[in-house]
């Protein structure tokens, strides 16, 4: 804003020291001059009153009129044009640093030509010099104006044994976006037309992110008030207190303390591995009330890596050492598990190929392999487990890899197909017996080659 207006007498002096100073226009040849003649058709007589309520576009419209009455109207050169915006530019920076409005008539063209050519920024907005980020940020117009709902910031929620790993990243959304206030029940509301608004917005969102079964019917329960943090509470008290949870902490138990990596049949490399056991054992810890303590987590861990080579003596030498050197501090399970990860990125880079990529040529086909074949014949697993791997997931792979199925045929395909293919084609496949897949496989093959026209 301007600010308050000023004395007609001295606002129109304002308004002549800034053509007089810095467009370099004589008093005498201001009112012939095509800026005097563009303000006086628009009524542009004052500094403070009138020149300083012109925006950008304001500037760039303005037209000087023609001498005859039959001519035509035509702009503002650009430079008078760019002049001008870079005098209210101007304006708004010195008394933003003077606390204040200033005097334009202080500024003179040493002053201007420095700002123009060493300060200002035309691709910055100007803003005027009294404006309060924060009081704008929070009124409703802006947040109106500014934000929509978008379902792609948040993860969908469609499998209540995920709780704990949705919530977390829904509230890491909302706190990026700074709206962590909209679930928390102590917050007191401010602006409450803009924080209806707002529990509006984000209860849109959870409308579209929460698909499963029993969080769709808590969301739909608020649908008339649209309480964001009633809403909130009910969803958190169902699911930290659902069976489902309980079972899940179950699973998670049963993994921690049973899996082996020399026989989990891990699809994927060491460090992975390690990584994946280190976020189930914090998604325990935070989904149940028996929490395991770091001696025993470390434990655990150092059962799990027995049967491998390259890890299973690595708490042993630690412990020796220490003991030769007169520490004792027990080691933690974080320095346990870093250590573990040091030695298995050494041996994890050992494993890395060192083909030329470019040298190497890929068929987009599909392959059929029997558990019998040679287990030197590099293939490309649909499914390379690492960190975000459900439990489940590897149990099943777990049981598809059972001796009792040797013998059985086993349908699979390059990377390349597989990464191709869109997580709902993904799943389609995954539900396919290897039966139906080999008779697609079959018929694609033969049509591909010209003898089936079918």
């Not at 870093?338 to 050494?346: A, D, G, R, W």
Request: overall charge negative.
């Amino acid at each position: 804003m301007p600010g308050p207006r000023t004395n007609a007498n001295d606002d129109a002096a304002k308004l002549k020291h800034v053509i007089n100073t810095f467009l370099e226009i004589a008093d005498n040849d201001i009112a012939d001059s095509p800026v005097g003649k563009a303000f006086a058709s628009e009524g542009i007589l004052g500094f403070v009153n009138d020149f300083l309520n012109l925006t950008e576009d304001d500037i760039n419209s303005l037209l000087v009129p023609p001498d005859d009455p039959g001519g035509h109207y035509l702009p503002l050169s650009v430079l008078v044009r760019r002049k001008l915006i870079t005098v209210i530019a101007l304006y708004h920076d010195a008394s933003r640093a003077a606390g204040g409005a200033i005097n334009i008539n202080t500024v003179e063209k040493e002053d201007f030509d420095h700002f123009r050519t060493s300060v200002y920024d035309h691709t910055d907005p100007i803003k005027p010099w009294n404006y309060n980020p924060i009081e704008n940020r929070n009124t409703l117009s802006h947040w109106l104006k500014n934000t929509k709902p978008t379902k792609s910031d948040f993860k969908e929620f469609k499998d209540d044994a995920y709780w704990n790993r949705w919530q977390e990243r829904f509230i890491t959304s909302l706190e990026a976006a700074q709206l962590l206030h909209l679930i928390d029940p102590g917050h007191k509301i401010g602006d409450a037309a803009l924080d209806t608004a707002q529990m509006k917005w984000l209860f849109k969102i959870l409308q579209d992110c929460m698909t499963a079964s029993t969080a769709k019917t808590i969301v739909t329960n608020h649908i008339s008030k649209k309480d964001t943090r009633k809403l909130w509470i009910d969803l958190c008290e169902h699911f930290n207190n659902s069976m489902t949870t309980h079972i899940r902490a179950q699973t998670i138990s049963t993994y921690l303390t049973s899996t082996r990596l020399d026989t989990a049949n891990w699809r994927g490399n060491q460090t992975n591995f390690l990584l994946h056991w280190k976020e189930q054992s914090r998604t325990y810890n935070e989904m149940s009330t028996e929490k395991y303590t770091d001696n025993q987590l470390s434990g655990f861990l150092e059962i799990c890596v027995a049967g491998t080579p390259n890890l299973s003596q690595v708490r042993t030498i630690h412990a020796t050492a220490a003991r030769a050197a007169g520490v004792t501090k027990p080691w933690s399970f974080q320095e346990y598990i870093s250590e573990l990860l040091n030695q298995s990125s050494i041996l994890d880079a050992s494993n890395v190929s060192n083909t030329n990529p470019r040298a190497r040529r890929q068929t987009n086909k599909h392959e059929m392999y029997d558990f019998c074949d040679d287990d030197d014949v590099p293939v490309y697993d649909a499914n390379v487990h690492d960190m975000d791997t459900p439990i489940t997931e590897i149990n099943a792979h777990d049981q598809g890899n059972n001796p009792r199925h040797a013998g059985r045929i086993h349908v699979r395909m390059n990377k390349a197909t597989w990464d191709a293919m869109s997580p709902e084609d993904q799943a389609t496949w995954d539900k396919m017996s290897d039966g139906g897949k080999v008779l697609i496989l079959t018929y694609a093959s033969n049509r591909g080659a010209g003898k089936s026209r079918k």
